[in-house]
């Protein structure tokens, strides 16, 4: 494996079905627990080089206890980051498609793909950032770790498989803490392992 992309530990929003998007949200203490397990599966498992995170709360906490036990430090890279939802960071998910439907890309395809909330950004501008950073760390020598979010998970499978942004976004999943594996050609070999839990 080049790059394991790990999606990050649960955190208090995800268990109360808010939109993070760029919210300073930490961990909670199960997303921490599962920080933890998966610190010591990858390195059991591989012969971690780098550990490399998107720089939001979350992302960060997820990443210390594996480079703490490979023995690296965590950097970062701000296009890990998860979509800057803009003024809909915080609402509920539970009912926000009814709210704004213009956004539902089930309903509205790639127009929704297309739109950017108010001082947040589209889907195209997240999978462009994306892809850019998963081909730096390709880039890197050794086994790479890279602790990133759901939706930059699910356009990198997607964009492997040759799916749409919105089939991508609407098929994929990543559970929290699974990995997705990459090899040195850009090829996802594993997605959403959830037996590093």
Known sequence: MHTLFVRHGTTEWNEAGRIQGWAPVGLSARGREEAARVADALVERHAVDTVVASDLARTVETAEPIAAAAGVEVETDPRLRE?????????????????????????????????????????????????????????????????THVNPIRLLVGDHRDLSVVRSLTELSADNCSVTAVDDEGDVVRADDRSYK
């Open 83 to 147: 979509r800057d939802f803009g003024v809909f960071q915080g609402l509920s998910s539970g009912d926000f498609f009814e709210r704004f439907p213009d956004f539902d890309l089930l309903e509205s395809g790639r127009d929704a793909a297309e739109r950017a909330p108010e001082s947040g950004e589209s889907w195209l501008a997240v999978r462009e950032r994306v892809l850019e950073a998963a081909a730096d760390l390709r880039a890197r020598d050794g086994t790479v770790v890279a602790v």
